[in-house]
């Protein structure tokens, strides 16, 4: 579901290149007239456009699921969950998330495992919501050293100070991704119920 | 109800046997809004106020021009979106509008949010061939609307020997005015003659439509938006559509500084947030209210003080008829329904809010006559004070409701004062008086009684 005037056309090659691998039915369904209508009737808004995208595709999904009776598989990893690097009901809206437990770098190991194409696993993680959008370049780190901190913080429960010192990173990094997490709660809760018993 | 229609020149009748449908141009909002602006959305307030006082359903649909030249230049200039500064302004129109009392419309339609509705009604003027594709946009065709200039009575053959020299060569006629104009200057929208965005004229007559239909009741704005805004509203709608826009077109007289037109580009405007600081909002109606609504009327710091002077005596009024106890009482109830029957007919002729409020000050004067006279009775003010609410409501003056706590307390104060007078303990009933001072709280006293009021804090007084 790339959205043309965004999109590199080579995401939409790399995705065609996996499903020729492994066989299965497809649909390409450019969003980008559906977003396009959309922004004709809502005050101009770049980032909520592009949550807009994520959340475009979600209802995609959920239509062809509704018609063929499917469950919608979501594509978040550990890492951006627990950033919250997603779009909330966007590509965080799912009906079962089966790499939830992997960090970035684990699925990459896995891929290779699998013998997904090399380009695909080593190019730079990006959401694509607006142009030239990089995952790297937004956070301001690599996923190297997300992956380190997160694990150290949260697998391995250390404190901040105790993780800048384990994973030789600073520890204004550390606090930072750290800030990430907490700022992104809401994203993993469910919607907060008044007065439900 | 007659209305002056700008259009034919004729007073037409606004038919209020059944729903009443208004669209009023709002404001562009790149700056603070001003008394000039103030004034004809009070006129159109206080309009709606009377019809729906007399169970008239209204819809009321204002604009918000939130993409413009003006908008797009501050934003450059301050350095950040279009879309902040039309928000900031927004917001800052609300904050001003709310407290001068002006009721919320119906809905508040903003160019950015019905592009797709713009779009459409530009394709269908270019699919009859009333406009065209060029260069740098796509224009209105003039030439293929023979009555245009007939709102502003303008002759299409005078204003083309008057315009200047063409410097948009693109055009086929210079009197041609965009519909669509391409640019690259956020914010800017696909469309399918290029990117761009819509020109000033095509979201009123887009939305106008989308609202109210293609024949609604009355269109309204400032004196100032007849040419070229309106003429072209109606010359892009009526060529749309194949039917007559609006039935009546009512356009309110500017606000001029010591007889001069008042503008953001002489920089001789009051922003409405300096009148209100000033004067607060029930003198700033009355001002507005003052003259007949299409003639031009002046701001001078003179006239707001009568107006000031008329708002003490609305309000002596106002707690005369509260503490009416008088026992000799005239009989009034013919005459207070002359006037009300008064104010009403000068509103439906021609809405003279001018006239209307002479009549308004004679039931202001004539109660305070016979408060003076001691002859305010309760049957008489049950009477009086039955019109004086309606017409307040009217015409949205606002006098604050008081708490029972708060009538208690000043009421105790009082007679504690009187108390310490008739001890002769005069220094203790100054600090009394001064104690109410502060309250606002001004002592009338008649020959029988002490009556008290609370007066509005009005920050030119002093
Ligand atoms: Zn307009």
């Known amino acids: ?197 | 109800m007659q209305l002056q229609d700008t259009l034919s020149n004729k007073e037409q009748t606004l038919d209020i046997s059944k729903k009443i449908k208004i669209y009023l141009c709002g404001v562009t909002v790149y700056d603070e809004s001003h008394i000039g602006h103030a004034r004809t959305i009070i006129i159109f307030d206080v309009l709606r106020k009377y019809l729906e006082s007399k169970k008239v359903e209204v819809e009321f649909i204002q604009n918000f021009t939130d993409v413009d030249d003006k908008i797009i230049n501050r934003a450059t200039t301050e350095n950040v979106s279009a879309q902040e500064i039309s928000d900031k302004y927004i917001k800052s129109y609300f904050k001003d509008f709310d407290e001068l009392n002006i009721m919320r419309a119906t809905n508040y339609p903003k160019a950015t949010e019905h592009i797709g509705d713009i779009i459409k009604f530009i394709e269908k003027l270019i699919d009859k061939e009333i406009a065209y594709v060029s260069k740098n946009g796509v224009y209105f065709s003039v030439s293929k609307f023979p009555q245009y200039g007939k709102l502003s009575k303008k002759k299409i053959d005078e204003l083309q020997s008057g315009s200047r020299i063409q410097i948009d060569e693109t055009k086929k006629d210079p009197l041609d005015f965009a519909l669509w104009k391409y640019s690259g200057i956020n914010p800017t929208w696909e469309s399918p003659w290029g990117k761009g965005r819509p020109g000033w004229h095509i979201e009123c007559s887009a939305m106008s439509i989308k609202y109210l239909g293609e024949n609604f009741d009355i269109h309204g704005g400032g004196r100032d938006l007849i040419f070229p805004h309106h003429e072209n509203e109606i010359a892009q709608s009526e060529s749309h559509t194949g039917n007559q826009f609006a039935k009546i077109w009512m356009h309110v007289g500017m606000v001029t500084l010591g007889g001069e037109k008042m503008s953001k580009s002489l920089g001789n405007t009051k922003s409405i947030k300096y009148v209100l600081e000033n004067w607060g909002p029930n003198i700033i109606r009355l001002f507005c209210l003052s003259g007949h609504y299409s003639k031009v009327i002046d701001y001078s710091e003179e006239i707001l003080k009568e107006n000031f002077s008329k708002w003490r005596q609305v309000e002596t009024c106002y707690f005369e008829l509260i503490h009416a106890n008088n026992k000799n009482q005239e009989n009034i109830s013919e005459k207070i329904k002359k006037i009300g029957m008064k104010f009403d007919k000068s509103l439906e002729n021609d809405f003279n809010t001018h006239l209307a409020l002479s009549s308004f000050f004679e039931l202001v004067k004539e109660t305070n006559r016979l408060a003076a006279e001691e002859k305010l009775g309760e049957e008489n003010s049950v009477i009086i004070k039955k019109e004086f609410q309606r017409i307040l409501k009217i015409l949205g003056l606002n006098i604050p409701e008081m708490s029972i706590d708060e009538k208690q307390k000043i009421d105790e104060l009082i007679s504690n004062r009187e108390k310490f007078r008739d001890e002769k303990q005069f220094v203790q009933a100054d600090k009394i008086r001064e104690k109410l001072n502060e309250m606002n709280i001004e002592l009338i006293d008649h020959k029988e009684k002490t009556i008290w009021m609370k007066k509005e804090k009005i920050k030119s007084e002093k």
């Open chain 1, 1 to 197: 579901m790339p959205d043309t005037t965004i999109t590199p056309f080579s995401e939409t090659q790399d995705a065609m290149k996996i499903i020729s691998l492994i066989g299965m039915e497809y649909k390409l369904i450019d969003i980008n007239p559906i977003v396009k209508e959309y922004s004709m009737y809502l005050v101009p808004n770049e980032k909520a456009k592009g949550n807009l995208r994520a959340r475009v595709r979600t209802n995609i999904l959920y239509y062809y699921a509704n018609i063929e009776n499917y469950l919608v598989l979501g594509s978040s990893d550990k890492s951006e969950y627990l950033t919250g690097y997603f779009t909330k009901f966007g590509d965080g809206a799912s009906d079962l998330a089966p790499i939830i437990s992997l960090y970035k770098l684990q699925v990459r190991e896995i891929a290779k495992h699998l013998g997904i194409p090399e380009n695909i696993i080593s190019k730079k993680s990006s959401p694509h919501l607006w142009k030239d959008h990089e995952a790297e370049k937004e956070l301001g780190i690599q996923y190297e050293e997300i992956d380190s901190i997160l694990y150290c913080l949260f697998d391995e429960k250390l404190s901040i100070e105790k993780t800048a010192e384990t994973t030789k990173i600073d520890i204004k990094i550390v606090e930072k991704i750290h800030q990430l997490n907490i700022k992104s709660e809401h994203k993993r809760l469910q919607p907060q119920k008044s007065d439900m018993k």
